[in-house]
């Protein structure tokens, strides 16, 4: 079995200490980073702390939390700062050649979904006594961006005192016998100057590299499917597949079916749905899209106009929507937090019968993993009462950085949908 | 199955002054979606105030539409109101004569199931237009519209108010829209 641990980097101080420690460029294929760190600081006092922060990121981002004892007793506190985590160092008053010693463990550091979760045990010394310092750390550093890069640096001192030494390493998810076995059953489904890949995962893989024939154009990803941009529209392409981990690489995948990108047709309809109930559900939404739009038109069954409302991934974990709204004829505005996006409103039954609504909600960039969702939407109806709207939502599905591909519309107080309501999504090439 | 969807039915840039430009051939789609880049021959280098664009239906000038809209404009900030019994639908202040030469208004008008028998017609239109040397007589919107009426939509009509024209240069591009 090859070790899952894998040294990526080691800095030792040199004589005049220095004032801090970086790794930068830290690869992106393992799941998980180590940093072990021996370290003593020029801080004048028997302690110290490892000041992390990630990405060269100081923008108060962080929490931390700590469990402490120092053999007399134990106590437990928020971190003093919101701009790093830290770990357990010594100062300069510390016992002679006496280092801290601390392994910070950073789970899913190249995830770009969720904020990192960073934890630390360590042990400093109390000087001139037998008991010790010690810290078991549990931090957050809430951005979702792939940790690239890490600096160290002293809480208190100005130093890292020479003969300091820490060391990077690389964790993969279980203990790996070689490199991955090819991806299979790949398949294309090409789009405006790009091709969306789909395939059969391999296990024990880092990432995938899907690559074009003709023109050996890559993208990765380190899941399927993997969107290949930089196409040329009317020429046909066939892409393989390849799995790797820090073992190696594996063969190519067979060949997908050839696929010829196109610019025609940018505007497609994907589905319509005519509810006669509360909820429409559009599952399976293609990924190869770059936008979206979805057309709500008709009224509800029960009494008054109704908001529409839209649930992205409905059935995620994750449910958050800040929508502003404004609506006519008298002018106000709203700010929600809710757990569905607030639109506006189509017609109710208590308007005048016969008449609809009509809201259009735009989704850009809806596949983009990282990235908050965000929504322009705008409608409503007009049968020159009062209750009737003019509306316009922004809305940030503000939670959710991965891709989405399944969505709710409803309307709110779960009213139905009526007679002739149609619900159409669209996808802009 | 995806459905190509998104097809022009016809676009026009006027060549002179037109007092209204009109689409009798609207196709079979589902909705339409029309784009207009529109100035008008009204000339008021006083107020500046804009000119503002209608929209009629099967050629029914009767008082059968109702709007409204909430609009932010440079001079009066945030605004609303809806009118009922009218003779057109306002779609937005289109730029007129007095604004700097080739200045156009945005209108984007979307019309849902236009060949629906059983509702009335519904539409709704993003407008705007903007001028950077601080004139306050610009702004967006958001207009809803109601043709009181259950027929098919056959034929669209789009004037300035007043009867004003549109300018040389304005344009009209109709789009045809299916749902899968």
């Known amino acids: 079995m090859a070790n899952p641990y894998k040294a990526l980097s080691t800095v030792t101080v040199g004589s005049g200490g220095t004032a801090s420690i970086s790794f930068t460029n830290i690869p992106q294929n393992y799941t998980d980073l180590v940093i072990r760190v021996s370290s003593r600081t020029n801080h004048t006092n028997t302690f110290d702390y490892i000041k992390l922060t990630c990405n060269s990121d100081a923008s108060g981002i962080y929490n931390s939390k700590v469990l402490y004892g120092n053999g007399g007793g134990t106590a437990a506190g928020t971190a003093a700062s919101t701009d790093w985590t830290f770990g357990a160092s010594v100062g300069n008053t510390a016992t002679a050649d006496v280092f801290g010693n601390a392994e910070i463990y950073i789970t899913n550091y190249s995830a770009i979904d969720n904020p990192k979760v960073i934890t630390q045990t360590g042990v400093g010394e109390l000087n001139g006594s037998t008991i010790s310092f010690q810290f078991a750390t549990g931090g957050n550093y809430r951005n979702i961006a792939p940790i690239t890069s890490i600096t160290l640096t002293p809480a208190f001192g100005s130093l890292w005192l020479q003969h300091t030494t820490a060391t990077l390493y690389g964790v993969f998810k279980s203990e790996i016998a070689g490199a991955p076995s090819a991806p299979t059953s790949p398949s294309a489904q090409a789009s405006a100057k790009s091709a969306l890949i789909s395939f059969t995962e391999s296990s024990n893989t880092a990432f995938y590299t899907v690559t074009s024939n003709p023109g050996s154009i890559t993208a990765t990803g380190t899941n399927s499917p993997i969107l290949v941009t930089g196409l040329t529209d009317g020429t046909a392409y066939t892409f393989t597949v390849t799995a790797t981990n820090p073992i190696g690489t594996s063969s190519e995948s067979t060949a997908t079916s050839s696929v010829t990108p196109s610019s025609t047709n940018v505007y497609e309809s994907i589905a319509t749905a005519t509810p006669s109930n509360a909820t429409v559900t559009f599952s399976n939404i293609p990924l190869y899209y770059t936008h979206l739009r979805v057309v709500i038109y008709g009224r509800n069954t029960n009494g008054n106009a109704r908001e529409a409302r839209i649930k992205l991934n409905y059935n995620s974990s994750v449910q958050d929507g800040y929508s502003t709204t404004l609506s006519a004829n008298n002018v106000s505005t709203a700010i929600n937090h809710n757990t569905t996006a607030a639109l506006p409103t189509i017609t109710g039954n208590s308007n005048t019968a016969n008449q609809a609504g009509i809201v259009i909600v735009d989704i850009p960039n809806y596949s983009i993993r990282g990235q908050a969702k965000s929504m322009l939407a705008y409608g409503g109806f007009s049968d020159g009462s009062n209750g009737a709207f003019a509306g316009m939502a922004a809305v940030t599905y503000n939670t959710y950085r991965g891709l989405f591909t399944e969505m709710q519309v409803e309307l709110t107080g779960g009213d139905f949908y009526g007679s002739g309501s149609r619900i159409t999504l669209y996808g802009m090439k | ?180």
């Open chain 2, 1 to 180: 199955m995806p459905t190509a969807t998104y097809d022009n039915i016809a676009s026009t840039t006027l060549g002179s002054n037109t007092a209204s430009v009109t689409f009798s051939s609207l196709g079979s789609f589902t909705d339409l979606q029309l784009v207009i880049r529109a100035r008008c021959t009204l000339t008021d280098a006083v107020n500046f105030y804009p000119n503002d664009v209608l929209l009629r239906f099967n050629g029914d000038s009767g008082n059968n539409y109702s709007y409204q809209y909430y609009s932010a404009v440079g001079w009066a900030g945030l605004v609303a109101n809806r009118l009922d019994n009218q003779s057109a639908i306002t779609i937005g202040g289109g730029a007129q004569n007095s604004y700097a030469a080739q200045e156009f208004s945005y209108h984007d008008i979307y019309i849902p199931s236009y060949r629906n028998t059983s509702y009335q017609k519904v539409n709704v239109t993003k407008v705007g237009h903007a001028y950077h040397t601080g004139d306050a007589r610009r702004g967006v919107g958001i207009w809803v519209g109601n043709w009181k009426n259950t027929a098919a939509i056959t034929s669209i009509t789009v004037l300035p108010s007043n009867g004003y024209s549109f300018t040389t240069n304005s344009t009209f591009c109709l789009y045809g829209i299916t749902a899968a």
